[in-house]
């Protein structure tokens, strides 16, 4: 490994986009290579199986290109294979990504949480263990979330499709939220429709920032952080259509 080498960041699709910006703005000087699997997209409602094999590959693939470190910018593929990742590269830097549970429950203490996951995210026994540390303290809600991945993945975040799907998602729950806890990095992407149904009083959090972190800490404790000016970025898309090329570039810009 080289510290010019970059770094590999993973996701089931485009989702991961909302972690590779926080990556762009802690690192500028780093060079990117962004693989989305959208030609297998939603990972979320795929058996754990599934996507351990389908993580596996893509790792390999990233390796085998000469990564640096990987980044699994997607919760589900977390959930269900960081452990199998970790255990097949025991010499590499893998991060992972984790809904941001601890930081909404230090936010708000006996508060109620709400926390919007795939079905896969929600049944692995990573989030249940991260639940019960903070249950005790707070009320947690699961919030399984169908149907967002699908809409990111087609450019219609912003759409009146994505306000329709979050109040039939959230109006139960508006008046009772303190914090909604955003668990699949494609739900980033919706916040303008999920805050034209909670309003603004309901505090949204995701885990991009923490992994941004976590990667920088990582890399400057191996002494592999690039001491080039400037960075670079690739975008990589297993559907191999440009249009999902351009809907990667057009999410990084989005606001």
Do not use: W
């Amino acid at each position: 490994m080289d510290r010019h080498d970059p770094i590999a960041v993973f996701d089931s699709g485009v989702g991961g986009i909302s972690v590779l910006r926080e990556l762009c703005r802690l690192m500028p000087r780093e060079n990117f290579h962004y693989f989305g699997d959208s030609a297998n997209a939603p990972y979320g409602i795929k058996t754990t199986q599934q996507v351990q094999e389908l993580t596996l590959a893509a790792a390999r693939k990233l390796f085998d290109q000469g990564a640096k470190c990987l980044v699994v910018a997607c919760n589900t593929a977390t959930a269900a294979a960081i452990e199998l990742l970790r255990a097949a590269y025991p010499d590499r830097i893998i991060v992972g990504i984790e809904p941001a549970l601890k930081l909404a429950a230090d936010r708000h203490p006996h508060g109620t949480i709400g926390i919007m996951a795939t079905d896969v995210t929600l049944r692995e026994a990573k989030l249940s263990q991260l639940m019960q540390r903070f249950s005790r303290d707070c009320t947690l809600i699961r919030l399984p979330s169908p149907g967002i991945v699908e809409l990111v993945e087609s450019g219609r975040a912003d759409s009146p499709e994505a306000v329709a799907l979050m109040e039939q998602e959230l109006s139960p729950y508006r008046t009772e939220l303190d914090a909604l806890v955003l668990g699949c990095t494609h739900y980033p992407f919706v916040k303008n429709a999920i805050r034209a149904v909670v309003g603004d009083r309901v505090e949204l959090l995701d885990g991009g920032e923490g992994t941004a972190k976590e990667t920088l800490r990582r890399l400057k404790d191996a002494d592999l952080l690039n001491d080039q000016p400037t960075g670079s970025l690739v975008m990589e898309n297993s559907s191999g259509m440009q249009e999902k090329l351009d809907l990667c570039h057009q999410l990084l810009e989005h606001t």
